[in-house]
């Protein structure tokens, strides 16, 4: 049950930040919905796919989408009252990077994967919703524009794995390795934090 929680706590993040995108790139109802779903659900499907959580919990489950329809729903009809928020997208997508990167990992150790893959696929969960969300409005995805994206969930992922390996309680461990990916995430954006980028010498 807590996993489920969890799960749809950060689809329904991760939606919010799928929709927002999309009214700011002014697209349709219909638009707006398929973005939001796409940014809510994209990380959680590639989990289950290679887990072999056979269909995927999004497609299975009728929750998930009516999470994420919620959340474009919301979006589209009250944009202006959710964009007062301070950084909104940003903020929502932190949110959700930290929710999913945790419960990722934590699904993939209670299917008996070892700590390195746990961690590796708990970053992919994180960062499949919001590559997906970028690249269906034609952008580069954040986590290759050197922003500390996927970095800050594997830290996140890390701290779950550790926690599990010294017998921890899953509570205490979940809030801790959200908390430490959210930060760092957010910590990044104000303080401009980034990994080095290539800078190709002119001919």
């Known amino acids: 049950m807590t996993l489920l929680i969890l799960d749809l706590l950060g689809t329904f993040v991760f939606a919010l930040s799928g929709a927002m995108t999309g ?3 002014r697209l349709d ?3 707006v919905l398929v973005l939001s779903f796409a940014a ?4 959680g499907i590639t989990r289950d796919v290679l887990i072999g959580t056979i ?3 999004a497609i299975n489950d009728w929750k998930y989408v009516a999470v994420s329809v919620l959340a474009g729903l919301l979006v589209f009809f009250w944009y202006p009252l959710i964009d007062r928020l301070r950084s909104p997208v940003l903020i929502f997508d932190g949110a959700g990077l930290a929710l999913f990167a945790v419960n990722g990992t934590q699904k ?3 299917h008996g994967l070892e700590p390195v893959p746990a961690a590796l696929l708990g970053m992919l969960t994180g960062i499949g919703g919001g590559m997906l969300r970028d690249i269906l409005v034609t952008e580069i995805p954040v986590v290759l524009r050197a922003d500390l ?3 800050a969930a594997l830290a996140g992922a890390i701290v779950v794995v550790l926690g599990h390996g010294f017998h921890f309680p899953q509570a205490a461990v979940t ?3 959200a908390g430490c990916c959210f930060g760092i995430r957010i910590a990044a954006l104000r303080r401009g ?3 080095p980028a290539a800078h190709p010498s002119e001919p």
């Open 55 to 57: 269909p995927p919990s």
């Open 175 to 177: 809030i801790v390795g």
């Open 23 to 25: 009214v700011q790139k």
């Open 40 to 43: 809510g659900n994209a990380g």
């Open 108 to 110: 993939a150790l209670n």
């Open 29 to 31: 109802l219909f638009g």
């Open 149 to 151: 994206y996927a970095v």
């Open 193 to 195: 934090w980034k990994l």
